[in-house]
């Protein structure tokens, strides 16, 4: 797939240089610029990335400031590309918050959890903020989507379980005070995955299955999939492989009809670690990792793509292959500056201490 998309490589820049001149087309250009930005990211072209939207930014500022959903985009970008280059700074914060605060003014759901997705230490510092200023205003609507949109499950994701058990309650106790039940369906499986967190499988398996049981009947299932994927990784985990798979397979099938792709990358990591359970053939596994990084760098979705190469790494690590998966894993690794106390980062870190005092085989994922 790389080596295909860099024979490219110099007819996008032609492109790009043609439209963005004083000669083309500026309009073809911003657009091109947007639709070009998975296809940097993936080759990890961050630099070239960076220039292209700067220009592009320039050019939409000149065209009267263009659509808002551009120049989220494009926001989104560059605030993406220099976390990349510098890890952090006020000029990158106040570039995610631009397009936090435009995705928020159009409702995009995804580009505001892109907007929050930068370092697992400044996304939680913007989470606070917005949970003090939605309690400050009594305003029970947006305390719940903050909550549920970013609060929980950033909390979750980092390992921070403290603060998770208490923005769960917290989204349990306020959408049952106001009668929200569709958010309330959310807390609860919210809370189901905070006790698969803390080891206690049997009663966390089953809340997260009686939660999803009611998201057909709400209207309202943004986050089923990640929660169908939640469950099938906690079903592999107590020894339901077969169980797990068909679960994982139906989260696929609905976010390739639904096209709600903004969690594929975990998913098919997840698939990569239930195949591997069941003993599937180790190529099976491996493309599906590499699927999923794939993803992960199409969407800039850093975190997802740290655990997915530790999932490789453990893979590779096991075939003998310990040198690959060192250089899989610390090139991900490697873009971190922050974040470092946050459960995957410690995983990744100890994988990479691991394999620095042997080249034995890994043991199959618990």
Avoid at 288 to 296: N, P, T, V
Wanted: proline share 2%; glycine share 6%; hydrophobic share 45%.
């Amino acid at each position: 797939m790389a080596s295909r998309l860099r024979r490219q490589v110099d007819n996008l820049r032609a492109a790009l240089d043609w439209a963005l001149s004083r000669r083309g087309d500026v309009v073809l250009g911003i657009a091109l610029t947007i639709a070009s930005i998975p296809f940097w990211m993936y080759l990890s072209l961050v630099e070239e990335c960076r220039r292209h939207v700067d220009r592009a930014l320039a050019a939409l500022a000149k065209n009267d400031g263009g659509e808002p959903r551009q120049e989220m985009k494009l926001k989104a970008a560059l605030g993406s590309a220099l976390v990349h280059q510098r890890g952090s700074g006020p000029d990158i914060a106040a570039t995610r918050t631009r397009a936090l605060a435009i995705a928020e003014k159009l409702g995009d759901i995804e580009y505001q959890l892109r907007a929050l997705s930068g370092p697992s230490d400044q996304a939680m510092r913007v989470v606070r903020t917005n949970i003090e200023d939605a309690l400050a205003i009594g305003h029970a609507l947006s305390l719940c989507s903050a909550l549920a949109n970013a609060a929980c499950p950033l909390s979750i994701m980092t390992g921070d379980l403290v603060m998770a058990e208490r923005y769960v309650g917290m989204l349990l106790d306020h959408t049952l005070r106001h009668g929200l039940a569709v958010w309330h369906a959310w807390g609860r499986c919210f809370q189901g995955m905070l006790l698969i967190k803390r080891g206690d499988s049997q009663i966390s398996l089953r809340s997260l299955r009686e939660a999803l049981d009611e998201f057909p009947y709400s209207g309202f299932a943004l986050r089923y999939s990640a929660f169908r994927t939640e469950l099938a990784e906690s079903l592999g985990r107590a020894g339901e492989v077969a169980t797990a798979l068909a679960a994982i397979d139906e989260a696929l099938g609905r976010a390739e009809r639904n096209e709600e792709r903004w969690c594929i990358s975990e998913m098919l990591r997840i698939k990569g670690e239930l195949e591997w359970l069941r003993a599937a053939p180790a190529e099976v596994a491996e493309a599906l990792y590499i699927e999923s990084i794939y993803w992960a760098r199409r969407q800039d979705a850093l975190s997802w793509e740290l655990r997915t190469a530790t999932s490789l790494a453990r893979l590779q690590a096991e075939l003998w292959r310990a040198q690959e998966a060192r250089a899989t894993l610390e090139t991900v690794y490697g873009q971190f500056t922050e974040g470092f106390g946050t459960s995957d980062l410690i995983t990744a870190k100890t994988l990479l201490n691991k394999l620095d005092h042997k080249n034995g085989s890994f043991i199959r994922p618990e």
